[in-house]
């Protein structure tokens, strides 16, 4: 597997800055150079940070992600990145229609790199009436920890 990891989810305010917190902070502690980086199929919300439940939350769990700023995915992604990993299927079809013909990139589904969970969604917390963020979390420690299985 190669070294660059790009998280995709709609907004790059929730799921998709936790991976990449998530994945950075343990690539860290276990000496693996990757360069990590996420975006948004949406332009909602570029420039700014992660929703603050998602900062509250990654920061709960020892890692500060306060200085990740929204960005929209861009055709040069395809080039510039060797994977990048959709956080649900709508995300990743959305990726598919968008993908040049020719991108480097490799896509995959976040939790096709957690064995057992293949093919389910990272579930969008946005609007959740109950706080989805902690169940995130434990997804996207789940996906990191199977992608850099995969990386060692
Ligand atoms: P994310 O969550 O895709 O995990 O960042 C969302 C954030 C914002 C919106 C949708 C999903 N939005 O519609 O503004």
Same mark, same amino acid.
């Given at each position: 597997m190669n070294r660059s990891i790009l998280f995709v989810c709609? *907004?790059? !305010?929730?799921r998709s800055p936790m991976a990449e917190g998530a994945m950075r902070h343990v690539a860290e502690r276990e000496g693996i150079d990757i360069e990590i980086d996420s975006g948004g199929t949406g332009d909602w919300h570029v420039g700014n940070p992660p929703d603050r439940r998602a900062q509250d939350t990654a920061r709960a769990n020892g !890692? %500060? !992600? $306060?200085r990740q700023c929204a960005r929209q995915v861009l055709p040069g992604d395809f080039e510039a990145f060797d994977h990048i990993v959709a956080m649900d299927r709508s995300v990743l079809e959305d990726l598919q229609a968008i993908r =040049? $013909?020719?991108? /480097?990139a490799e896509l995959s589904l976040f939790? %096709? /790199?957690v064995r057992g969970k293949e093919g389910q969604d990272v579930t969008d =917390?946005?609007? *959740?009436?109950? %706080?989805g963020f902690s169940d995130v979390w434990r997804d996207v420690m789940a996906g990191v920890e199977g992608l850099l299985a995969k990386l060692r």
């Open positions: 709609l *907004g790059n !305010i929730c !890692i %500060d !992600i $306060s =040049p $013909s020719d991108a /480097h939790m %096709d /790199h =917390p946005y609007y *959740g009436e109950r %706080d």
